[in-house]
C-alpha cells in the first residue's frame, strides 16, 4: 500500500514560472541595463542593448565556420534617405536636422546678440581698448559655434554616384567634401564606433572607401542607425557594381 507522507500533499509541491528568460538576466557592459529578449538577434548571435546601441557578441551562429564569409541582408530603405534615379546612376540625399539643434541655436542667439550689442556700443563711444579687443575670442567661438549650428539644422548631405565617380557635398553651408574616381574604388565598407555623451555610451556609423592604393578614406560620417550605413553602402555598389567582401574592421556580420 502506497501512502503519501504525512504533512504533504501534492498541491504544497513547489511550483516554478519561467518569469525571466536567460537574455533578461544578461546586463550591458556599457550602461548595465538589463537586456531584453527583442535585443537578441538569433541570427547573428549578437545583442544590441536597446539603451545605449552597444553590441555584444555571444559566439557564432549554429553551423556557421570561423573565418566564413557572411552575406549581408540587404538593407531597407531608411526614412530619412531620399533616392533620386539620375539619367547616369542615383543621389542620396540625408538632411541633418535634428531637435537638439534647436536649443543650441537659440543660445547662439543670445551669445551673439549680447556680443553685437556690446561691441555697437564701443563702436559708437569709441572706446575701444586691449581688454575690449582681448573679447575678440570669443567672438571667433560665438562665429563658429553659430556656423556649425546652422549646418547641422538645414544641412543637407547629397551623394552623387555614377559609373565614372562617386561625389559628396554638403549644402546650403558648405562643409568638407570628397570625389572619388569608380577606378579608383575597391570596395566600400561600414564601421561602428562607441563614444561616450552626457546620457552614457552611443554608437555612431560611418561609410568608408577602400582606394586601389590599400588606403581607407571615410565617405560619410555621423550615422545614428546602422541601416541607414549599410542602405548607402549598398545602393552605390550596386550602381558600381561592386561585390560585398569582408573588411578588416567593419561593422560585425
Known amino acids: 500500500m502506497n501512502a503519501e507522507p504525512s504533512g504533504l500533499r501534492k498541491s504544497d509541491a513547489p511550483r516554478y514560472k519561467p ?4 537574455a533578461n538576466a544578461l546586463r550591458c557592459p556599457s550602461c548595465e541595463e538589463h537586456f531584453q529578449l527583442e535585443d537578441y538577434d538569433t541570427e547573428k548571435a549578437v545583442l544590441s542593448c536597446s539603451h545605449c546601441k552597444a553590441l555584444l557578441t555571444l559566439g557564432l551562429p549554429p553551423g556557421a565556420r570561423r573565418g566564413a564569409f ?3 541582408e540587404e538593407a531597407p530603405m531608411p526614412r530619412e534617405i531620399k ?18 539643434f534647436v536649443l543650441l541655436a537659440m543660445f547662439c542667439l ?14 559708437a563711444e569709441d572706446a575701444f581698448s586691449a581688454p575690449v579687443l582681448l573679447m575678440t575670442g ?3 567661438v560665438g562665429v563658429i559655434l553659430t556656423y556649425w549650428t546652422l ?5 543637407t548631405t547629397i551623394i552623387t554616384v555614377d559609373r565614372r565617380t562617386v561625389r559628396v557635398r554638403h ?3 558648405p562643409w ?4 572619388f574616381k569608380r577606378d579608383d574604388i575597391e570596395q566600400l565598407y561600414v564601421k561602428a564606433k562607441q563614444r561616450s555623451g552626457e546620457h552614457g555610451p552611443y554608437v555612431r556609423y560611418s561609410v568608408w572607401v577602400v582606394l586601389s592604393s590599400k588606403r581607407a578614406r571615410e565617405l560619410v560620417r555621423g550615422l545614428s542607425e546602422a541601416d541607414v550605413a549599410l542602405f548607402i553602402e549598398q545602393s552605390i555598389e550596386r550602381v558600381l557594381d561592386l561585390k560585398d567582401r569582408s573588411v578588416p574592421g567593419e561593422l560585425e556580420r
Open 83 to 100: 533616392l533620386l534615379k539620375t539619367k547616369e546612376g542615383i543621389e542620396l540625399r540625408r538632411a541633418w536636422f535634428q531637435p537638439a
Open 171 to 173: 549644402r546650403p553651408f
Open 176 to 179: 568638407s567634401g570628397a570625389t
Open 151 to 155: 549646418a547641422n539644422l538645414f544641412n
Open 110 to 123: 543670445v551669445w551673439d546678440g549680447f556680443f553685437f550689442y556690446f561691441f555697437a556700443r564701443m563702436f
Open 70 to 72: 557572411a552575406p549581408r
Open 138 to 140: 570669443h567672438v571667433s
Open 19 to 22: 518569469t525571466m528568460s536567460r
